[in-house]
């Protein structure tokens, strides 16, 4: 557990070093005052030093009632990173399938695969999440919700 | 006098079909949101956010205040019937207010958490009503070092108040201040941390972020675990307290009204502190303190009347000086931006709709919400049936449509699910997100006045000590930050925890 809490104190250690660097490369101080590269530089000197006594920390504790399973188990990484992928393929695949196909996907899977639900369940759900949206979205709320950029769907109104 | 006319022009304000609908809409979300385990009126003032654009200012904050207020309502009810507390301020109700439930007296619990959440709501925004406006002229004299002074003890104080180690909390702070420098610098134009991302040349937007941060990273937290359907049952009958229970609960419904009330004025997770605040007054000044976590009236009338002061508390600082108490007034203040509405000094003379509205709105809403809370409870208690595989989804599509609706782009949703990964990944550390909420909202305004300030005193750092307010928020600011060396000081955060 201790190698993990280490390696999270490393990734801001190394947050802040990158944004030092960033920020050294901006103007510090002009005539007027503070530069753009004032404020993050002193964030990142101040980051990576609340980083680096983290690491310290963490590094010095030898562990008790506090440590917790930071690692979830094999089956809840698996539906953290489909919930995860499932959200990223919706919102590459929304402008190109249209909203309410990728949306009805996207629930179907949450709904049937991830949360196990009754297929009717499912489909009530997912048609009221897709379709309903849509239209709500689009003719009260004046919000249009895109449509699919297949044209073949297009035809079919999607 | 003219207090009477502000009130006729907030009434006249207020009672516009839109604006009551809008109040209506806020109250009820409020508690089906309070209801709801697991989702705070921080994640559905979040989740609503993109909904009010295209609404009227006056509306989108009415609704999203109601929204906060009304949350403190619904939080009660699961703690008192099921033992699982609604919102954070609602823990300390369990104690008292489910044994309560399992001695039959379930009615009574329900009934004098809403009467006395109902008493300390309008007590909270006549204390607002009275105060907000000489604050606000006080706050008039304030130059950008006082503000940049303030700004940061506000900060300071939200993480000396959380319950967490204040390293890490100081951690997602300066996490948040850094995320909010990205983007194009406001004074001299530059582009800064933008990675050639176009999208991000406006900066972070503060709802994918938040969205990300609170609605996205719960679920996947729960989602962690294997989704269980839970049905929870319960009942309640004759929810009118008795004469004897009122004389139990008068003055710990006052006591708490006004202890809630200045607690919620401070930074920090107010309407939790202040619920705890009171269940402890009200221990220590019992003629009889064995009977507390037995069913004790007294342990559910105090700290709900506590819990709905410290809503109204909190708006002070928000109105009055721009500067937000805890993550929730941090997103209204978000909302008010939005809609190119600046809070401070002169909210109430240039927007007395907006300032006058919001206070009647209160009013209104309190009495809509004891209106609500006590016939409607049969119902609530049924919208807990409703399982969590089904809740989850519905809770990624709010999110979802939420950012995709704001501008169109895919690339914000995309920001959105990165930010629900960051703070997935920050609570398995036991991070706390209020910090970095507040950071990212408040930041860009912070980075602003340091500089003014600077341009002001020609770069001497010690304007900010050489002003006599500003030098007050800067010693409060640095005797909290270095607390953890100082025994006294450091013993004194533990008991207050």
């Given amino acids: 557990m201790k190698r993990v809490y280490q390696t999270a104190g490393l990734c801001f250690v190394g947050l802040s070093a990158f944004v030092v660097w960033e920020s050294w490369t901006l103007e510090y101080y002009t005539n007027l005052g503070p530069g753009p590269g ?44 489909s919930t995860l992928a499932a959200l990223a393929a919706m919102a590459g695949l929304m402008n190109l399938f249209g909203f309410q196909l990728a949306m009805f996907l996207l629930l179907v899977f949450l709904l049937k695969v991830l949360g196990r639900q009754a297929l009717w369940v499912t489909l009530v759900v997912a048609l009221l999440g897709s379709v309903g949206v849509y239209h709500l979205f689009g003719a009260y709320l004046d919000v249009p919700l895109p449509a699919a950029a297949v044209k073949l769907l297009a035809n079919l109104g999607l | 006098m003219e207090l009477f006319e502000h009130l006729l022009f907030g009434t006249q304000t207020l009672f516009t079909p839109v604006n009551l609908a809008f109040c209506f809409i806020g109250v009820l979300m409020g508690t089906l949101v309070g209801v709801l385990p697991g989702l705070g009126p921080t994640a559905a003032i979040a989740l609503l956010l993109p909904a009010t654009f295209h609404t009227p200012p006056v509306a989108s904050i009415i609704m999203l205040a109601g929204i906060y207020y009304g949350a403190m309502y619904g939080g009660s009810t699961t703690s008192i019937l099921v033992n699982i507390p609604g919102e954070a301020a609602s823990v300390i109700t369990c104690l008292d207010g489910y044994q ?88 001299s134009g530059t582009l800064r941390l933008t990675f050639g991302i176009r999208e991000l040349y406006d900066g972070v937007g503060l709802i994918p972020a938040i969205m990300g941060l609170f609605g996205v990273s719960e679920v996947i937290s729960n989602v962690e675990q294997a989704i269980k359907t839970e049905i929870i049952s ?46 402890a007054l009200e221990k ?94 049969g119902l609530w208690v049924q919208v807990l049936r409703v399982p969590y595989p089904i809740l989850f989804p519905l809770i990624l599509l709010f999110c979802l449509v939420g950012v995709f609706s704001l501008n169109f782009s895919q690339a914000e949703v995309g920001l959105m699910i990165g930010f629900g990964a960051f703070g997935y990944a920050a609570r398995k550390f036991q991070f706390e997100l209020a910090p970095l909420v507040l950071a990212l909202v408040i930041g860009p305004m912070i980075e602003n006045y340091l500089r003014l300030s600077l341009i002001i005193s020609r770069g001497s750092p010690w304007i900010f000590f050489r002003r006599p307010i500003s030098a007050v928020f800067i010693l409060i600011t640095l005797t909290l930050l270095f607390s953890p060396f100082m025994p006294r000081i450091g013993r004194s955060r533990e008991r207050f925890q």
Wanted: charged residues 10%; without cysteine.
């Fill in chain 1, 38 to 81: 004032f404020f993050p530089l002193w964030l990142g000197v101040v980051m990576g030093a609340l980083s680096l006594a983290w690491f310290v920390q963490v590094s010095g504790r030898k562990g008790g009632p506090d440590d917790v399973a930071i690692l979830p188990e094999r089956a809840g990484i698996l539906r953290i990173l």
């Fill in chain 2, 100 to 187: 309560m439930a399992l001695q039959g007296r379930a009615g009574p619990a329900l009934g004098i958490a809403a009467f006395g959440s109902f008493i300390a709501g309008t007590i909270s925004v006549v204390g607002l009503m009275l105060i907000a406006p000489p604050l606000a002229k006080f706050a008039l004299a304030f130059g950008p070092p006082e503000y940049f002074s303030l700004m940061l003890m506000g900060v300071v104080v939200l993480i000396y108040l959380g319950s967490g180690s204040i390293l890490k909390a100081l951690m997602m702070a300066v996490f948040g201040l850094l995320v909010g420098t990205i983007g194009q610098d406001s004074i």
């Fill in chain 2, 284 to 377: 220590k000044v019992s003629g009889n303190p064995a009977k507390f976590g037995k069913g004790a009236i007294e342990g559910v009338a105090g700290p709900e009347a506590a819990n709905n002061a410290a809503t109204g508390g909190s708006f002070i600082p928000l109105l009055t000086l721009g500067i937000p108490a805890n993550a929730v007034t941090a997103l209204l203040l978000g909302a008010f931006m939005i809609h190119g509405v600046t809070p401070g000094p002169l909210l109430i003379s240039k927007h007395p709709d907006l300032f006058w509205g919001t206070v009647m709105s209160m009013y209104l809403g309190n009495i809509m919400l004891l209106i609500l809370n006590l016939p409607l409870i």
């Fill in chain 2, 234 to 279: 319960a009942k309640a009958r004759n929810l009118m307290p008795n004469r004897q229970d009122w004389r139990d609960s008068f003055w710990p419904i006052i006591r708490g009204s006004v202890l809630g009330f200045f607690i919620g004025i401070l930074p920090g997770p107010s309407s939790t502190i202040s619920s705890f605040s009171s269940y």
